[in-house]
C-alpha cells in the first residue's frame, strides 16, 4: 500500500445529469467515470443528488463520525427497508443501539467456533457431491454452487434442522428480495405500494417469511436453550430492562444474517477461486500451507489461525472485488467534509471496488498480491490510509458478522482446495453483473480437477 497526504481533494462539481443513463446500466461504471473525469471528491447532480467521496481521510471521518454527524437515512437504505424492516443493517438511534448490545455476543470469534462444524460438513457434503462433477468433467456454475453452500450454512446457523424443510422456499425468497435490494431507488417507484411486479412478489416472499418463520418460534417456545442463533436470540435479554426481542424484531434480524451475509460470502469465495485459478503460484504457495498445517486432513478450528497466507489471499480477493461494492450515508445536519460545508440530508457515496483501486494507496492496484496483506504491511498501514480498505466497513457500522464470514470463507476454501483443483472454463469471457454485490455475470462456469 502506498501512503499519501492526508490532505482531502478539493471538490469539483460534476455538469448536471452528467452521463445519468449509465447509473442504470451499469452503476460501478458510471462511478468510475465520475472519479476518472472529476477526482476523488465530486458532487453530482441528476436524479439523485450526492458526494462522492474517494479519499481515504474522508472516509474515516464519515465512517468514524456515523451516529453523530451522519447516519443511513439515504434513499437508498430506504429501499433496504422495504425488504429488511428495521434491522440491525437499516436501524438507526436508540433501536439500532439496542439492537447491537443484544446481538454482539452472539458473533464474537470464541462463540462463532461453535458453527464450525456446521461449515465443514455442508463444505464435506458439496465436495461429496462435486464428484460426480469431476468424474465426468462437466462444467458446472461456481457462483450458483457457491450460494447454495453459504445459504445452507447460514440457515443450519440459524434454523438448525428446521433448514431442511423451508430450504427451496428461502432460496426463492433469498433470491427475491437480493434483486429487489439491487434495484436503483428511482423516486415513487421505490416505495413499497407501487404496483410494479418486482414489489409484489417482495411483498408475497415477506409474506411467507414472516409466516414460515412465526410457526418455527411458535414451536420453539419454552425450548430456547437450543444451539442455533434462533434460540440465542429468543433467550436475549436487556441488561437494564430484562426484555428481549419481539417476534419483528428477531424474523428482521433473521432474514438480514440470512440474505446480508449469505450472497456476499458466496461472491467472495466465488472471485477468491477464479483469481487463483489465474494465479499458478499464488495457488501453489497457498496449497503448501495447507497441506503443513492440515497433513492432508480436515481442517481443525484450533489451527484455523495458522492459515495466515489463506487469510491474506481472501483478503487481497475481496479488494479485488469487494461482494458489497457500495456503501452511503446521510448527513444528520450540516456538517464540514474536507473543508465543505455539506447541507443536511445530503447523501454521501463510496465505491469500496473505485477505493480499492486507487493508485494513492495502492501498488499496481489491478495486480492480485496476496503479500500486501502480510504482517508487516499491516503494522504500517493502521492508520488513514487502513480506511483504504473497506471490505467490512469502519467505524460503529462495522460488520457484526465479519469473524463468522471470515471463518466460513477459510474453511470451505480449505476443504475445496485439499480435494480439487478448479478451472475456469476457457470459453468464458470476463464479465461482471453488478448488483446488490459484483458477481460474474451469468454465473461463473468452472471444470474440476482431483488433487
Not at 217 to 228: F, L, P, Y
Not at 230 to 253: N, P
Not at 299 to 319: A, N
Not at 349 to 356: C, D, F, G, K, Q
Request: aromatic residues 10%; proline residues 4%; hydrophobic residues 35%.
Amino acid at each position: 500500500m502506498i501512503t499519501d497526504s492526508d490532505d482531502p481533494p478539493k471538490l469539483c462539481k460534476a455538469p448536471r445529469f452528467y452521463r445519468q443513463w449509465e447509473i442504470i446500466r451499469d452503476p460501478s461504471k458510471f462511478i468510475n467515470v465520475l472519479i476518472k473525469e472529476f477526482g476523488d471528491f465530486i458532487y453530482y447532480r441528476g436524479v439523485i443528488n450526492f458526494y462522492l467521496i474517494n479519499n481515504a481521510s474522508l472516509i474515516k471521518k464519515v465512517l468514524n463520525e456515523t451516529h453523530r454527524n451522519f447516519d443511513k437515512n439515504t434513499v437508498i437504505y430506504n429501499r433496504f427497508r422495504n425488504a429488511f424492516g428495521n434491522g440491525l443493517v437499516t436501524a438507526e438511534g436508540d433501536h439500532w443501539r439496542r439492537q447491537r448490545k443484544l446481538i454482539q455476543p452472539s458473533f464474537k470469534p470464541k462463540l462463532i467456533e461453535g458453527f464450525s462444524q456446521i461449515m465443514l460438513n455442508s463444505s464435506n457434503r458439496t465436495i461429496e457431491r462435486w464428484d460426480n462433477f469431476c468424474k465426468s468433467e462437466t462444467t458446472f456454475n461456481l457462483t450458483e454452487e457457491m450460494n447454495m453452500l453459504t445459504l445452507e450454512i447460514a440457515g443450519k446457523s440459524l434454523l438448525s434442522d428446521g433448514f431442511n424443510s423451508a430450504a427451496k422456499d428461502i432460496i426463492r425468497w433469498t433470491h427475491v428480495i437480493n434483486k429487489y435490494s439491487a434495484g436503483i431507488p428511482l423516486p415513487i417507484i421505490s416505495k413499497k405500494w407501487f404496483p410494479s411486479r418486482l414489489n409484489f412478489k417482495l411483498r408475497r416472499a415477506l409474506r411467507e417469511y414472516r409466516s414460515f418463520l412465526s410457526k418455527t418460534i411458535e414451536a420453539r417456545k419454552g425450548n430456547e436453550q437450543g444451539e442455533d442463533l434462533l434460540s440465542v436470540f429468543l433467550s436475549m435479554r436487556d441488561e437494564e430492562t430484562g426484555q428481549g426481542m419481539d417476534e419483528d424484531e428477531i424474523a428482521e434480524e433473521v432474514l438480514g444474517v440470512i440474505v446480508g451475509g449469505q450472497e456476499t460470502s458466496a461472491t467472495a469465495l466465488v472471485w477468491t477461486l477464479y483469481e487463483l485459478s489465474l494465479n499458478a503460484e499464488v495457488e501453489e504457495k497457498l496449497l503448501n500451507e495447507i497441506m503443513n498445517v492440515t497433513s492432508g486432513e480436515q481442517i481443525d478450528f484450533s489451527r484455523i489461525r495458522e492459515l495466515k497466507y489463506l487469510k491474506m489471499v481472501i483478503q487481497e480477493s475481496m479488494r479485488l472485488h469487494p461482494p458489497f461494492w457500495f456503501e452511503n450515508r446521510n448527513a444528520m445536519h450540516d456538517v464540514e467534509l474536507g473543508g465543505v460545508r455539506i447541507q443536511k440530508g445530503s447523501m454521501i457515496a463510496i465505491s469500496r471496488y473505485a477505493l480499492h483501486r486507487n493508485t494513492d494507496y495502492w501498488d499496481d492496484p489491478e495486480t492480485f498480491n496476496p503479500n500486501r496483506f502480510d504482517e508487516e504491511s499491516s503494522r504500517k498501514n493502521n492508520g488513514v490510509e487502513a480506511f483504504a480498505y473497506q471490505p467490512f466497513s469502519s467505524g460503529p457500522r462495522v460488520c457484526i458478522g465479519r469473524h463468522f464470514a471470515m471463518m466460513e470463507m477459510m474453511i470451505i476454501l480449505c476443504s475445496i482446495l485439499q480435494k480439487y483443483k478448479l478451472r475456469v472454463d476457457p470459453h468464458y469471457k470476463y464479465k461482471v453483473a453488478t448488483n446488490l454485490t459484483m458477481e460474474p455475470r451469468g454465473g461463473l462456469p468452472v471444470i474440476l480437477e482431483s488433487r
